[in-house]
């Protein structure tokens, strides 16, 4: 089975599927997302979707988390047998574990995720670490590229430490601090490395050959493309029996 392990909604959900099918991606994890880039006609639009993005990170737009949510949920209601979901939550919150509960084990989601926490706060993370462990250990996607910093890598990794029963997934391959990642996810057992929007292949393969058994293929979509996120994850991985592991069979035990 060939499992996307990143993805976000797109509007409209059937040209997702498409692009799935196009790729021949029988499941993907599905994260909720306020800006649609997929939206934008040029760069005057992109820049109004993803002001949404900035203005989220920045703690606003509670109306279009509400609106992301309905996005997310009526994704899954339309294909549960392509999407795998998970729930984000903020993570200001004061009561977290009461919205993981509610919102993430409440609504039969299968992970926490995607979280992107403030350059140099991943600490933020200790409570959503502390809830998924408390539900038996429910998988954690933490945004990997800017503005995680790679000070903010070492901190998940001592989090991941602490809460060692919990898989904590960091995506995009770390991005601009990719060495640092694969380092440190190979050095402690219950994180994982998410390979979508790599810039470098080169990255992928090191990736892949240091952590074989906790890298897992993903698109990003829609900021990246499943057929050519695939394609990249089979030029960079010579071992057939490797590959059939960072294309499904890795996300496959991660979430069973």
Known sequence: MIIDAHSHVHVPVEDHIALLDEAGVDKTVLFMSRPHP???RDLAELRQEMDLLYRALAGGGNEAREIAWRELDAA???YPDRFIGFGSVPLDAPDVGLLVDRDVVGRGLRGIGELTPPSGQAALLEPVLRAATDHGGLPVVVHG????TAADLHTLADLARSYPQVPLVVSQ???AHWMDAIELVRDTPSMYLELSTASIVFAVRIAIAEIPERTLFGSDVPYGDPVTARLTVERATRSPQVRELVLGGNAQQLLS
């Open 38 to 40: 997929e939206r934008a």
């Open 76 to 78: 899954l209601t339309a």
């Open 145 to 148: 590229a800017a503005p995680t």
């Open 173 to 175: 391959l770390g991005g």
